[in-house]
Structures are given as structure tokens and as C-alpha cells.
Nanobody, 118 residues
Framework: QVQLVESGGDLVQPGGSLRLSCVTSGITFRHYDMTWYRQAPGKLRELAAAITNNGSTNYGDAVKGRFTISRDNAENTVYLQMNSLKLEDTAAYYC????????????WGQGTQVTVSS
């Protein structure tokens, strides 16, 4: 059974930091590209950050220079370090896994809520 379990979401003040984690099980993690998406109320889901199976990264324009995505293949986990948080970073953050081996295989986590508020 495939599971993607996000954690680390919280209420934080503007300018603060959070670290999200997505622990995976049931997949061969090193074969998967991993992505963090986010969705704010009333808005479409958007890319926050992505990391390929070999470690190349890509970021949404809104988070460049503030967020850092990383992965630990030994722990089957992807992280999102979020610094200098802004009010507009408030959203549900979702972990997504897409296989490089069987491209039709992709999975979503249940999401973790990040709220930036003073």
C-alpha cells in the first residue's frame, strides 16, 4: 500500500520558518520525482517546489529564494524548508510522487496546513 504522509504544517507569524516533511512508503522512492504543491482557499493548486529523482530542483516563482526542497533517499522522505514566510504562503501543502519508471504511476498525500498570520 502506497502512503505519502505529510507533516510539519503549523500556524506561524510572518517572517517565520517551517519545515515540511513527506514520508513515503510502498514505493521505490529513488525512482520518483517529488513535488510539493499548495492550494490556498479559492485558488488553484500551484507548484511550490519540485525535485527530480536525481536531485534537480525547480521552484514556483512565488517561493524562489525562500523555500528549499530536498530529499533523503535513505529515509524515503522529501522536505520543504520554508523561510521568510508571508501571509500569502497560507495554504494546504500537498506532497506528490511521480514515477520515472512507470509514468502513469503517481500518488498524492493528504496535505498539511500552513497558516501564516500575525
Amino acid at each position: 500500500q502506497v502512503q505519502l504522509v505529510e507533516s510539519g504544517g503549523d500556524l506561524v507569524q510572518p517572517g517565520g520558518s517551517l519545515r515540511l516533511s513527506c514520508v513515503t512508503s510502498g514505493i521505490t522512492f529513488r525512482h520518483y520525482d517529488m513535488t510539493w504543491y499548495r492550494q490556498a482557499p479559492g485558488k488553484l493548486r500551484e507548484l511550490a517546489a519540485a525535485i527530480t529523482n536525481n536531485g534537480s530542483t525547480n521552484y514556483g516563482d512565488a517561493v524562489k529564494g525562500r523555500f528549499t526542497i530536498s530529499r533523503d533517499n535513505a529515509e524515503n522522505t522529501v522536505y520543504l524548508q520554508m523561510n521568510s514566510l508571508k501571509l500569502e504562503d497560507t495554504a494546504a501543502y500537498y506532497c506528490h510522487a511521480k514515477s520515472r519508471v512507470i509514468v502513469s504511476r503517481e500518488y498524492w498525500g493528504q496535505g498539511t496546513q500552513v497558516t501564516v498570520s500575525s
